[in-house]
């Protein structure tokens, strides 16, 4: 469970890490263990990248409006699109977002 240190700084446990990247949009042509969708660049996030590798990805708090550290508000993205983030609070988009399919471009990667 994550808790706020006394830094300021949120310290996240291997529950919320899941708990984000289950949140995060699946890719229907890709086994959603190992490929998420990052909502902000739509742009894929691979498991084994989770802080590390070239496009690491990190937990992203969905509405910053109301910190609440429950696994409903972690959604896994790219750590580089954390500044990038369109509003305080997600939710909604991140809805939209997920209400339609996506799907991994395997030529863009040939
Ligand atoms: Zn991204």
Known sequence: MAKF???GIIEFDEKDFK???DNAPKLINKDENQFRMCFICK???EFKDKLKGK???NIEIINLNNIELINENFIAIHDGCK???PKSNCTK???KIKSVSWKFDENFYK
């Open 5 to 7: 240190e006394n830094n």
């Open 93 to 95: 988009i991140i809805k």
């Open 55 to 57: 496009m690491p990805w």
């Open 83 to 85: 500044e990038l983030r």
């Open 19 to 21: 708990a984000a990247w």
């Open 43 to 45: 742009f894929h996030m």
